[in-house]
């Protein structure tokens, strides 16, 4: 099932490039007191939610999908978690000072993950601002895995069973001699969208193709085969250091092909077997 969130936090059940009106579904989310869960609701109940859906879906009449802003598909993720340097032909490309900045390169298995903040999540509609204009901040596109179980030191045999769901991500990078964390956690440097698929319909996440151009012209196109770290090994990696939670986004690493973004750009990032998405860059206020 494709799920889209949409306008003010609405519910769109994706069909092709149209979708039903299914808020109605919402109404099974459990009622929640302070302090709030540390998950996404939406995420941690999607059993339910989509068994809903189901149900009411047919009742709703489409409309065309380019007639709505659509926000990221997960309201509150607990964490974004990103690999570095997860491709080998990224890695090669990143001794290019300008990209690195002279931080020291290892491989993911030494160095780790690191975290993006949470705020940085936008929707496809909210566009990219960029801030540090006289600086270089570069496009990565990823696939986004967003875990669907609270989830700690699961081995890898069983670590594709806490997968709820994947989407396209944007991992987008102010170049620099800062923590890395601190360069990628900028308002809106973590685009997630379009939509989320949920994971029945992706059997392999480690064999996709994902290509991502700008103004028209392909700056990424690889496949997720390549991963160094498969998104199996990533999901128990990450557990043995901390728990994941309903919500939590794994960006699982870009291929070769990051490139400088301006104000005025179009991006346009696909995921085989997810879909497309269109991203426009501006200046941050
Ligand atoms: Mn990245």
Same mark, same amino acid.
């Given at each position: 099932m494709r799920l889209c969130r949409f306008r003010e936090s609405r519910l769109g059940l994706v069909e092709g490039d149209r979708f039903r009106d299914v808020t109605a579904a919402l109404d099974s989310l459990p009622a929640f007191r302070y302090p709030f869960p540390r998950h996404d609701a939406l995420i941690a109940n999607l059993d339910r939610v989509t068994e809903r859906v189901r149900s009411i879906a047919g009742a709703e009449a489409p409309a065309a999908l380019s007639s709505v802003k659509l926000q990221s598909p997960v309201a509150n993720p607990d964490k974004i978690i990103g690999a570095p340097v997860n491709y080998p032909k990224h890695r090669d490309e990143a001794p290019d000072a300008q990209i690195h900045a002279g931080n020291a390169l290892a491989a993911i298995h030494r160095v780790g993950l690191f975290l993006k903040a949470s705020s940085a999540v936008a929707g496809p509609s909210d566009g990219i601002a960029l801030r540090h204009l006289d600086r270089r901040s570069d496009h990565e596109v990823e696939l986004a895995v967003i875990i669907g179980k609270t989830a700690t030191s699961?081995?890898?045999? /069983?670590?594709?069973?806490? $997968?709820a769901a994947y989407t396209i991500g944007l991992d987008i990078t102010l170049r620099g001699p800062e923590e890395r964390s601190f360069r990628k956690s900028s308002d809106t440097y973590a685009v997630v969208g379009p939509w989320l698929? +949920?994971?029945?319909? #992706?059997?392999?996440?480690?064999?996709? /193709?994902? +290509?991502? !151009? $700008?103004? @028209?012209? $392909? /700056?990424?196109?690889? !496949? +997720?085969? /390549?991963? #160094?770290?498969? $998104?199996r090994e990533l999901i128990a990696y990450a557990s043995r250091f901390y728990t994941l939670h309903p919500g939590d986004i %794994? &960006?699982?690493?870009?291929?070769? @092909?990051? !490139?400088?973004?301006?104000? @005025?750009?179009? #991006? !346009?990032?696909? %995921?085989?077997?997810?879909?497309? &998405?269109?991203?426009l860059v501006r200046a941050a206020e």
């Open positions: 699961v081995p890898e045999a /069983r670590a594709m069973d806490v $997968v698929v +949920t994971a029945d319909e #992706i059997p392999d996440p480690n064999n996709l /193709r994902l +290509t991502l !151009s $700008v103004n @028209g012209e $392909v /700056r990424q196109d690889s !496949s +997720t085969n /390549r991963m #160094i770290m498969s $998104v %794994i &960006m699982t690493g870009t291929p070769e @092909g990051v !490139s400088p973004l301006s104000p @005025g750009d179009v #991006i !346009s990032a696909t %995921i085989e077997s997810i879909g497309s &998405m269109e991203v």
